[in-house]
């Protein structure tokens, strides 16, 4: 009787983890569940860094436009008035004798105005340089925030990935926890009818009460991955999402080399710093100029008030030149300055391409790692059920040990582990191959 209770139980348990799988890897979508699709929306819409990166990209396109419009006229007027203590007069000798005015400004007080328009005709390069060094600034920020988007869907993909991951982790703690139960049931009532020694009904209830710690930790460590992942889509912690399975990224049908090189001309990473080396090269050229001359055209309009005067009104034309030619060096070593962090640029430049080579080929190489891992486990699995199966009827006929069960049963919670990790390593690894060429 109690053999029939204890399959029947075992059968229970053993139908309930096949659910549990077929319904994480093959049910449909329900209504109201978050794809990982869905979990990049929200965290582009939400995400702090994003929000930053973006007003930094509208900050660069400004000064790319305000550096462009330096070749725009520029009009400037100014105006005041002025009240003196008492007016002076013009007091000159003549040939025909003493000559006195009358008082300059009547009231005591005059009024200014002025208005100047003035064109750069020529700037030795510092006009150009400025523009290049802000046009490159504007590409490296719509880089960067390309960059920003990319880690932060990454990031939120192994958070979104961590959740099924713990998720599947508490499930396998739970049809462990279980199995022993109806095995420590069993062996209880095996000892009851002195049938086994108590050996074997402590080791059951050991074994139990480790299957009970691993469940508790299991449910905790799915509490804070699913925290983590509602804190990056910008959803109140204690939310329990509802989570569908991620397909693995497609294979990328082109060799390592080809990788590489499409890493090299799409990772934003390579753009950034490029745009920043012109940035500096363009910049070092702009204050360089500064120490050749400079030419404008400027075009005025005055209004004096006045009494001695023909004319209260004069409009004025001409061309002022700018040279300087003595600052004691400063403008030498501003461009030295700028010309050395560019060289900087440019090795950091160089030295990120051999990582992105480097990240390339890891990712490449860990995703085959996890795919043919995965195809191991899929016959690990099905192993270890059946040397379950084996050793539970080797000890219900007396053939078997207590220990045989509990191995058994602690070799089949690995290999669902080890089937669980690889499939969402291989899920991680694709999209950090995706991340690595800069597809993501």
């Not at 093959?26 to 939400?46: K, S, V």
């Not at 920003?148 to 713990?166: E, H, I, N, S, W």
């Not at 889509?233 to 499409?262: K, M, N, W, Y």
Request: aromatic share 4%; proline share 3%; glycine share 6%.
């Amino acid at each position: 009787m109690w053999r029939a209770i204890r399959t029947h139980r075992r059968a229970i348990a053993a139908a309930a983890a096949g659910l549990a799988l077929a319904a994480a890897l093959g049910a449909p979508r329900p209504a109201g569940a978050e794809t990982l699709t869905d979990a990049w929306r929200m965290a582009l819409h939400r995400n702090g860094e994003i929000a930053a990166s973006r007003n930094q990209r509208s900050a660069a396109d400004a000064e790319r436009t305000a550096a462009e419009r330096g070749r725009w006229p520029t009009l400037a007027v100014e105006g005041g008035y002025t009240q003196l203590n008492q007016s002076p007069i013009l007091d000159i000798q003549t040939s025909s004798g003493p000559f006195r005015s009358p008082k300059i400004w009547k009231h005591d007080g005059y009024v200014s105005a002025a208005a100047d328009l003035s064109v750069p005709l020529w700037t030795s390069g510092a006009l150009g340089g400025s523009i290049g060094a802000a046009r490159a600034g504007a590409r490296g920020a719509a880089a960067a925030e390309s960059m920003t988007k990319a880690d932060v869907k990454f990031a939120v993909t192994q958070a979104y990935v961590g959740v099924l991951r713990a998720r599947s982790e508490l499930q396998v703690a739970d049809t462990s926890l279980s199995s022993l139960k109806a095995h420590a049931h069993d062996v209880q009532v095996m000892y009851d009818k002195q049938a086994v020694a108590k050996t074997d009904q402590l080791a059951a209830q050991v074994a139990l009460a480790n299957a009970l710690q691993a469940r508790l930790r299991a449910a905790n460590a799915l509490a804070i991955a699913t925290a983590a992942y509602n804190r990056w889509v910008g959803e109140p912690l204690d939310r329990t999402p509802d989570l569908v399975e991620p397909p693995p990224a497609a294979a990328p049908v082109e060799s390592i080399g080809a990788l590489v090189a499409r890493a090299l001309e799409t990772r934003p990473e390579v753009a950034v710093l490029e745009a920043q080396h012109t940035r500096l090269e363009d910049a070092a050229r702009a204050e360089r100029a500064q120490s050749l001359p400079q030419v404008a055209l400027h075009a005025g309009y005055t209004h004096f008030d006045n009494q001695i005067l023909d004319r209260q009104n004069i409009a004025t034309i001409g061309v002022q030149f700018r040279w300087r030619l003595f600052d004691a060096g400063q403008i030498r070593e501003h461009t030295a300055a700028l010309r050395s962090r560019a060289w900087a640029v440019q090795r950091q430049l160089e030295d990120l391409r051999s990582k992105i080579a480097l990240q390339v080929r890891t990712s490449a190489l860990d995703r085959d790692d996890a795919a043919a891992r995965l195809r191991a486990a899929g016959l690990a699995v099905a192993q270890a059920r059946e040397n379950q199966r084996v050793a539970d009827e080797l000890y219900r006929s007396g053939l078997g040990t207590n220990t045989q069960v509990l191995e058994a049963e602690s070799l089949r919670a690995t290999a669902l582990k080890n089937r669980d990790d690889a499939r969402y390593d291989l899920v991680i690894a694709g999209y950090r191959l995706d991340l690595a060429i800069g597809a993501l």
